[in-house]
């Protein structure tokens, strides 16, 4: 294993410690418990948005703390969960007097500790409402979910409904725009290689020189199934056919599409697999709105994609536009 880390057990607080030095006009760091807040929180009159999970999939979600995004991200253990007080913790402090929304991804550690964290919260008077996010295609149920796994979608979520928090909207308000781009994102990823856990050493799982993992999870959990290796117009079909046919999206749809790169894969590849996305949107009569490409949910050092479709409409579009100023994500400012 050859890594940029002095010791495995130190990798997440070291790693915490460098966004801090990086972005002290954007985010503080905060320990025992840990958890990223945004620096100038909280808003007082703003509904506070708070997600999380396990880290490794930088820059998810710390990334996105700032303006027109989160006020708070919560990160785990690599690929483990955040504990209740953590989350506990962050809700408290980022609450501005209009309520808290969590945006959990549909894993089911993540989901069990911001319940019983928003419970936590709830006895201390502040209102929390929670969105699960469960756009993964792929499969069902896996290692870590009960249900489809939540993926790309929640960046796009995420994005959206820190918008309409900034704009004052409720708390209702903007748990309901969180879940309309649930309802209408789509989301699916393949694996060219598995990625290497710093406390194990070795890689979560193993794939022949000529294979790929098709549907697989940001853990690296298993997908649809384990094919030969095709080309990159080969591979997007894989990707983008369940993903169009889901929803399903139709002739006359303007979307939203995020090509993101698992940890791994260089931005050139991404490219690629972008403008195959929208030869084959462009085939059913499906119009790109807006684009995002670039590395945004990772699996650590695995090389692979993602690809997600999210229905737009004006509304969304402005909310998507709106400005946003984080470590990872920015413009309008």
């Not at 789509?186 to 060219?192: D, Q």
């Amino acid at each position: 294993m050859k890594k940029l880390i002095n010791r495995p057990e130190d990798v997440v607080t070291e790693a915490l410690q460098g966004m801090a030095s990086a972005y002290p006009e954007l985010i503080r760091v905060q320990s025992g418990p840990a958890f990223i807040q945004r620096a100038q929180g909280p808003v007082q009159g703003k509904v506070a948005l708070v997600s999380g999970g396990g880290s490794g999939h930088e820059p998810l979600h710390g990334g996105f703390v700032g303006l027109g995004m989160l006020d708070a991200a919560v990160p785990g253990a690599v690929f483990t969960s955040p504990t209740p007080d953590q989350i506990q913790a962050a809700t408290l402090a980022v609450d501005g007097g209009a309520g808290v929304l969590h945006i959990i991804k549909n894993y089911t550690g993540d989901v069990l500790n911001f319940e019983m964290a928003a419970d936590l919260a709830r006895a201390e008077g502040i209102v929390v409402e929670s969105v699960i996010m469960d756009d993964d295609v792929a499969v069902e149920d896996s290692l870590y979910t009960a249900g489809r796994r939540g993926t790309g979608a929640t960046l796009v979520a995420e994005k959206i409904a820190g918008a309409a928090a900034e704009q004052g909207r409720s708390l209702a308000e903007v748990a309901a725009l969180c879940r309309k781009v649930n309802a209408q994102g789509r989301s699916m990823g393949v694996a060219l290689t598995s990625c290497t856990v710093p406390q194990s050493g070795r890689p979560n799982f193993t794939l022949a020189e000529d294979e790929m993992e098709v549907g697989v999870g940001i853990h690296g959990e298993p997908g649809r199934r384990r094919v030969k290796l095709e080309g990159a117009a080969g591979i997007t079909a894989l990707l983008a056919g369940p993903v169009l046919d889901d929803l399903p999206f139709r002739p006359g749809d303007r979307v939203l599409a995020l090509v993101n790169g698992l940890g791994g894969t260089p931005l050139i590849e991404l490219y690629i697999v972008y403008h195959e996305l929208a030869r084959l949107c462009a085939g059913r009569g499906i119009a790109i709105a807006r684009s995002l490409v670039g590395t945004y949910m990772t699996s650590l050092d695995m090389a692979g994609c993602t690809i997600t479709l999210v229905r737009m409409d004006d509304e969304l579009l402005s909310l998507w536009d709106a400005p946003v100023k984080t470590a990872a994500l920015r413009w309008g400012i």
